[in-house]
């Protein structure tokens, strides 16, 4: 059986590494800066587009369905303010991770605009 040695690295190599990953883009084109806050704001920015997505589609399932008339008044009642409180809690989020509605609305190429 042969043993295998843990692979090792110097600290120059990550030095180098990190120096590469924290220079700005446009100093070394076509490599990745990583960012605690861009990858932060980044994730945020893709959740909620997501939630505001889901929103968007529970809410016209509801008028649909208040428009069938298949729903009680104080089923209506509930979806308004749910839906009410959801717009708020999420005019709160993206205020906080410092976005706008445009930015949560992904431009998926030739298949358009998100939302």
Do not use: C, W, Y
């Not at 990953?21 to 990858?39: E, F, K, Q, V, W």
């Not at 104080?74 to 410092?98: I, N, S």
């Amino acid at each position: 059986m042969t043993s295998r040695a843990a692979p090792t690295t110097d600290s120059r190599s990550l030095r180098d590494f990190a120096a590469v990953m924290t220079t700005p883009r446009s100093a070394h084109p076509g490599r990745i800066a990583l960012r605690p806050d861009d990858a932060q704001n980044g994730l945020a920015k893709l959740v909620l587009t997501l939630v505001e997505l889901i929103r968007q589609l529970l809410e016209r399932q509801a008028l649909r369905r208040i428009d069938a008339g298949s729903l009680t008044d104080a089923e209506v009642e509930r979806l308004g303010t749910t839906f009410m409180q959801l717009a708020e809690q999420m005019e709160r989020l993206k205020r906080e991770f410092g976005l706008e509605d445009e930015d949560l609305n992904l431009d998926l190429g030739p298949l358009g605009r998100l939302l």
